[in-house]
């Protein structure tokens, strides 16, 4: 539970980074958001997801 935690709180410092250091870069790619088509939104989130996922297994392992 406190890796869980952790990564939460990991996640809340770097998009706090984010607003903070480039909310104009931020706004622009929330304005590209709704042309981005589904499946590529969709196939980015799974990317995302399976990198996160070896990241914390090779970490874990080691």
């Known amino acids: 539970m406190a890796d869980f935690l ?3 709180a990991f ?3 770097i998009e ?3 607003y903070a250091l480039a909310p104009s870069v ?3 790619m929330a304005e590209m ?3 981005v088509p589904e499946n590529q939104l ?3 989130g799974l ?3 399976g990198l996160g996922v070896l ?3 090779f970490i874990r392992g080691a």
């Open 6 to 8: 952790m990564g939460i």
């Open 11 to 13: 996640f809340l410092i």
């Open 16 to 18: 706090g980074l984010v």
């Open 26 to 28: 931020l706004r622009r």
């Open 33 to 35: 958001l709704p042309q």
């Open 42 to 44: 969709r196939a980015s």
């Open 47 to 49: 990317f995302a997801i």
């Open 55 to 57: 990241m914390v297994w």
